[in-house]
């Protein structure tokens, strides 16, 4: 998320109210070296072509990292411990990203390629599988469509000659990365508690936790980083604040939605869009139920059919303005270039009421979706579905299976804590975006001389 486009940084920055005594700072930065002894454990056994498989998503890397031991030697808490582990693979995952745009930078400036040979490159950095198995010199283990396409760009080069140069190229630039600072460490809700005008951060000693008093009253919800300034006996608490770029030249970037019946959008960045949904779907649902003069169905202009029907046509008049107007404002305020939606669930009806049942037909038949495609191509915003099947069970994070904790998505792999359909929204753009790039290596492969 961080290269969006879309979206900028800052950090807010607290400030501990009292001093720091000398103990408790000690405490502190021995959560802090114990971090950076994780990080560069990880950066050791991960930051090397072998291991190049296993960071992408990641949870081989935290499954390995649970069993290494590492963290019950420190005895750190288990919050600090992972997302060390999340920081150092973020590193490790952006020097793959520089890697990458370094050779690919040498192989566009290499005069003694042929065209064919840079596609031929270009094609194996963009399929990971080629690019895994050529590093590791194994012969990559493709899927039937791939596979022909590999053929297809291998025969028309050297390949050996050319696996050889993208080995050499990658060993170049490839750096095990290091770090020798101890200054702070990353924090998230399980590690900390906003409480009495302070925050309330998780100690090594079992269930205890240190308070520092701070300067201001402002509770945060997410991942922060304590920074820790021995000398002066002072703290940060710094904050990542994403603010969202106007563009008001145009609608750019991209945006993952959650759909429901209970909040009609939620988007990747959490913000939710018609939330009174429900009510007005009820409301109608209901009405057509239980109202409809069940003995007078046939009979026309009678009184009680008329006065159902002008009814009716009100409800369904006022949940078809509040859909419209909903649309609006999240296109208005969400500006997207694309929006990325899941597919619409198989009808199921199992396990509910009947009322309950009657309200998903409805939802089902997809009015709001189709309200959404039009006022879409209206404003020529693109809308592409993606594969929907497990995306609300997913970590967006990890990809491991999570949990719900009430209206909480909560996996027990990474320890991510996210509202339930913020944690599909994000599932949603990124299976967007892996749509996007798969179809932009075909396009790619159109070009081939
Ligand atoms: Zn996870």
Known sequence: MKDHKDTI?????????????AADMERLQEIARDCREVKNYVYDRYSGIRSLPKIYPGYTVQNEMTKSGLRERLGLP?????LSIF??????KSQWTDVK????????????????DRHYLRFVMKQSQCFEGILLGERPALAQNWEERFQAVCSKVDAHRLDQYLRRQVRRHLNRPRTDAAEGFPASPKGYRYADHGIYLSMKESRQRLFIPL????RYTRQVYIRLYPEEGRITVNVPIEVRQRHPDGYEGETGLAMGLKCMFVTDQGRSYGEKYLEYQTALTDYVREKLPRHQRNAKNNPGMKKYNDEKHRLQAAMHDYVNAEINRMLDTEKPGVIYVPRLPAVSKAGFSRRANAIIAMWQKGFVKSRLARKCRERSVELVEVFGKGISTECCCCGAQGTKEGELFCC??????????ENTAKNVLKRGRALQEKKSVVHDEGFRG
């Open 9 to 21: 940084f800052k950090t807010v920055y607290q400030h501990n109210q009292v001093p720091i005594s």
């Open 101 to 116: 745009s370094h050779v690919e930078k040498n192989i566009r400036g290499n005069s003694d390629f042929t065209p064919q």
């Open 412 to 421: 027990p792999s990474c320890e991510t804590r996210l509202p339930e359909r």
């Open 78 to 82: 288990s919050v600090y411990f992972y």
């Open 215 to 218: 300067t201001d009253n402002n």
């Open 87 to 92: 920081d150092a693979l973020g590193d490790i």
